[in-house]
């Protein structure tokens, strides 16, 4: 009777589920090997991966519908979702290569590092219609200049942890401020379907900048209309 009541509580399965995806999800890297296959990328993921994503899935949604809150846990296993979903292929397939679209991103990155090398634009370079929004790459090659960065693979590898959780925090503020602090285990959930569903690259190009831009408006006006309401 102890072992069903111990069973009962739903942080406790939550815990350990989570522990049993973290353990699933390291023996998927040991064995994956980065490969194109006939389901492209995907085709270098053992199953154990899929199977700690759906453990970690299951142990996240027993805590969307508690009725106590469970931010800490809850942000933890999201971290680690987010971390499995982008940065497993960076980890099995080596730096930048291994990124989806990896030879979209490097040619944006060619407009960056042409402007971070010269100083300012090249009028020859076959995706120069991509500098009809040109502040992207002002402010991509920008950060190399402050950083000191002129190697494509480790910009590439920062730009992907330096958007992402830029991108976490713009989404969970705007869920906070649209389904309320107060309901920290559905802002949480809400952020979690978002990562799911986006496809956005984490390197800053024009709609990247663009997009990120959107969700920064869209998260202050939420705020600002759940000022008003509150107001009154």
């Known amino acids: 009777m102890q072992i069903l009541e111990w069973f009962k509580d739903r942080t406790r399965i939550s815990i350990l589920l989570t522990i049993a995806a973290a353990i699933l999800y390291s023996c998927s890297l040991l064995q994956a090997r980065f490969v194109i296959g006939y389901l492209g990328s995907i085709s270098s993921l053992p199953i154990?991966?899929?199977v700690s994503l759906s453990l970690l899935t299951i142990a996240s949604a027993i805590l969307w519908?508690?009725?106590q809150p469970h931010g800490?846990?809850?942000?933890l296993q999201l971290g680690l979702f987010i971390l499995a979903l982008h940065l497993t292929m960076l980890a099995i397939g080596g730096i930048g290569a291994s990124q989806t679209g990896a030879a979209a991103v490097y040619t944006y990155h060619g407009l960056s590092d042409y402007i971070f090398r010269t100083g300012h634009f090249t009028f020859?370079?076959?995706d120069i219609w991509a500098l009809n929004w040109p502040i992207a790459y002002m402010l991509n090659a920008g950060i190399m200049s402050v950083l000191g960065i002129s190697d494509?693979?480790?910009m590439l590898t920062l730009s992907i942890f330096i958007w992402i959780l830029l991108m976490t925090s713009l989404v969970f503020l705007f869920m906070r401020n649209t389904i309320g602090k107060d309901n920290i285990n559905h802002c949480m959930a809400g952020t979690w379907i978002f990562f799911m569903g986006n496809w956005i690259l984490?390197?800053?190009t024009s709609n990247v900048l663009g997009y990120m831009l959107f969700l920064l408006i869209m998260s202050l006006l939420a705020m600002s209309l759940l000022q008003e309401r509150q107001g009154l």
Do not use: E, I, R
């Open 48 to 50: 154990t991966f899929f």
């Open 65 to 67: 519908v508690s009725p």
């Open 72 to 75: 800490k846990l809850l942000g």
């Open 124 to 126: 020859s370079h076959p």
């Open 152 to 154: 494509a693979n480790l």
């Open 202 to 204: 984490y390197y800053l």
